[in-house]
C-alpha cells in the first residue's frame, strides 16, 4: 500500500470518495457484543434468533456502527481524527455471521465554521455494505475536521 | 423491584418516561472498546489525548451509543424487544473514565404502520446524562413495535 497521505479541511472536495478494507463478522463477535451492550436472544441465541423479527442471528445495530467507525478510522485519513459531532444512522438490513463488511465514504458537504477559522464541519455519508453489496447501515455523520496546522 | 410489566405498541403513551439505572464508565473499558473499534490517540492514550482537542481521554461516541443501548435495554421493556430502525444521533460533549452514564427515554411519537396492522414505528428520545445531568448523547432513535400477540 502507498504511504498515506494525512488529510485536513482544504484538502477534502465535495464527492470525493474513500473505500475501506473489509471486516468478516463471525457469530462470536456478535454474542460478545450482545452480551456487553445489546443482550437480546435475537443477538445471542441462533435458536431465539429464528423465531424472532431477524429470523435468524442478526448483529446489533451498534455493533455494526462499531465497526464502521473502526473501517473509516482506517479509510478516511484525517489529520485531526475522526471526530463526529453526530449524526443520522439507518439500518436497511441486519449484519450476519459470515458477513465481511466494508465501508465506501462520500463527502457531501464541507462547511468552514464562522467563528471558528481553524476549523469546518464536514458532512460524509457512510455505507456499510456487505459482501453482496446490499446496504447494511447508512450513515450521514458531521465530522470536525481541522485546516492543516502553520509550520 | 417490582416484576417488570412487558409493554407492547398499545401499552405506550406519547410523553411517557423511562428511567434507567446507572453505568459506570471506567478508563480500561474506555481503553478496551477503542482498541477494538476506534483506535485513536484520544480514547487510547491520557497524554495524547490532553493535548487533543477533547483535552483528556474520552471514550469513543460509539461507546457512549452502545452503553445508552445496554441501559436502554434494561430500563425499556418491550415485549418484541429493542428493535431499532434508525435514529438521529448527537454528541455534545464527550464521556470520561469516572462518568455515571444514566439514560432518560420519553416516547415522542407512535405510529401504527398502515401496511401491516400487526406493529408500528415508536420514536423515542434518549438522553444520556453524566452524574452532573449533563447530557452526553441525545438520540432520537425510531424503534419497530408490535401490538400484543392476540392469545
Do not use: Y
Amino acid at each position: 500500500m502507498a504511504q498515506q497521505q494525512v488529510l485536513f479541511l482544504d484538502d477534502l472536495a465535495v464527492g470525493e470518495e474513500f473505500h475501506s478494507a473489509e471486516h468478516s463478522l463471525t457469530e462470536t463477535q456478535i454474542n460478545d457484543f450482545a452480551r456487553q451492550f445489546d443482550p437480546q436472544p435475537f443477538h445471542l441465541d441462533n435458536a431465539a434468533a429464528k423465531e424472532s423479527f431477524f429470523q435468524g442471528l442478526a448483529a446489533s445495530g451498534w455493533h455494526t456502527a462499531a465497526i464502521t467507525m473502526k473501517l473509516l478510522v482506517s479509510s478516511l485519513p484525517l489529520g485531526s481524527g475522526i471526530i463526529g459531532a453526530g449524526g443520522e444512522i439507518q439500518w436497511p438490513r441486519p449484519t450476519r455471521p459470515g458477513d465481511a463488511l466494508r465501508v465506501i465514504s462520500k463527502v457531501l458537504e464541507i462547511k468552514p465554521s464562522r467563528s471558528k477559522p481553524d476549523r469546518g464541519i464536514v458532512t460524509v455519508e457512510c455505507l456499510t455494505r456487505n459482501q453482496d453489496g446490499d446496504v447494511c447501515q447508512r450513515m450521514e455523520i458531521r465530522l470536525l475536521v481541522m485546516r492543516r496546522p502553520e509550520q
